[in-house]
């Protein structure tokens, strides 16, 4: 009886994945610098003829191209072609639902996506809370960028210039006493936010409620959606440390998938260092009226 051969956790074919590896070698070398042939032997410890068969199938792949005069490798069009394939299907709703059923099983209250549209945050996916009274919003909804979490959370790479031509020279609009009243209010606020990597709405908005959202970034690191979390105040205020790490844990995963390296929160501090304001909210307030999801 022939023995069985032991089974590995996961399955791999030992020389796809070395060249596998040598392509992403070609594409973010470690110092930044385009690799030559002698570069890559040396990252993938192997021999100079073996490396040269791989990059050579590449190259009639164009999946690499060589540049004769300075002997160096960069990534071809073939890989920016298969990236731009590969964006038509990473849908950013798609990515987000499982984060947002997460975040309101864990807290209770309405999670939702937003995007930026002109001068304003454009709901476009969401799950409504499971509270008596709770916050809703209706897909397609917009909300100003100043005053709200996911708001101020599109604007976090924003600076004080571009902030002016985006929202304009028209005074704020005022919703309540502790809405921004200039621009550059917001843009003190959203300095301060980008340190955390989340922003937050403290009855901003809404009298009586609480909002908190991070910013979503691309393979670029460009802000491409805002993740939030909206409730009533006295509900969700207390637990806002708790709010801010799963959405910080949230937006780093979705944005991996869309191809994010780099650090989601701030310059990089780790988001356990993340020391949150307590505000001054001290009691309960009415509640705003609510705004609903559609049912789909």
């Not at 070609?26 to 068969?53: H, Y």
């Not at 309405?110 to 995007?115: D, P, S």
Request: hydrophobic share 35%; with cysteine; glycine share 10%.
């Amino acid at each position: 009886m022939k023995g069985k051969a032991k089974s590995s956790p996961v399955s791999t074919i030992q020389s796809l994945d070395r060249a596998l590896t040598l392509l992403e070698h070609v594409g973010s070398p470690p110092d930044g610098t385009l690799p030559q042939l002698s570069d890559l032997a040396k990252l993938m410890d192997m021999d100079r003829s073996s490396i040269f068969r791989m990059l050579n199938t590449f190259a009639q792949h164009k999946l690499v191209s060589y540049n004769q005069s300075n002997r160096q490798y960069q990534l071809g069009t073939a890989v920016f072609a298969l990236a731009g394939l590969a964006g038509r299907h990473l849908r950013l709703p798609g990515l987000v639902g499982p984060h947002l059923h997460n975040l309101q099983k864990v807290f209770g209250e309405t999670a939702h996506l937003a995007v930026l549209s002109g001068n304003r945050a454009v709901f476009i996916e969401g799950v409504t809370g499971r509270q008596p009274v709770t916050i809703r919003h209706e897909v397609g909804d917009s909300v100003d960028l100043h005053c709200t979490a996911v708001g101020k959370a599109l604007l976090m790479d924003h600076s004080l210039a571009t902030l002016k031509e985006l929202l304009g020279s028209s005074p704020l609009k005022k919703f309540t006493s502790h809405t921004p009243h200039t621009i550059k209010d917001v843009f003190q606020q959203i300095s301060a936010h980008k340190k955390e990597g989340v922003s937050i709405d403290d009855n901003q908005r809404d009298e009586g409620v609480f909002c908190m959202a991070a910013p979503v970034r691309d393979y670029h690191g460009s802000i491409v959606g805002a993740l939030g979390v909206s409730g009533i105040s006295h509900r969700l205020k207390p637990r806002q440390k708790e709010v801010a790490a799963l959405l910080l844990e949230s937006v780093a995963s979705i944005s991996g998938l869309l191809g994010w390296k780099g650090p989601t929160k701030g310059e990089g501090c780790g988001r356990e260092k993340a020391q949150l304001g307590t505000g001054n909210f001290t009691r309960r307030r009415k509640a705003a009226k609510p705004r609903r999801f559609g049912n789909r």
